[in-house]
């Protein structure tokens, strides 16, 4: 499994990057958001996450890859 962190912060380098391309290329003629509101919004992306998949984790938990146990032998009574 891989770690809840690392996807949590590839999402938000994600919603940084789509940001700043949104705010250089798109809002020109709007006014400019700040650096910081940008920031501010990245990191409440990566709590979000994190709080997302845990919740998730509860709700449907990983078996793994354990063999299912089945009788198959001949019955005793």
């Given at each position: 499994?891989?770690?809840?962190?690392?996807?949590?912060i590839?999402?938000?380098?994600?919603?940084?990057?789509?940001?700043?391309?949104?705010?250089?290329?798109?809002?020109?003629?709007?006014?400019?958001?700040?650096?910081?509101?940008?920031?501010?919004?990245?990191?409440?992306?990566?709590v979000?996450?994190i709080?997302?998949?845990?919740?998730?984790?509860q709700?449907?938990?990983?078996?793994g890859?354990?063999?299912?146990?089945?009788?198959?032998?001949?019955?005793?009574?």
């Open positions: 499994m891989e770690s809840i962190y690392t996807n949590a590839l999402v938000a380098m994600m919603f940084f990057a789509i940001k700043m391309i949104e705010l250089k290329f798109v809002n020109e003629e709007t006014t400019e958001k700040p650096l910081k509101h940008i920031v501010k919004d990245s990191v409440i992306v990566y979000c996450y709080i997302g998949a845990m919740i998730y984790g709700f449907f938990p990983s078996i890859h354990a063999a299912t146990n089945a009788f198959v032998n001949k019955p005793d009574f």
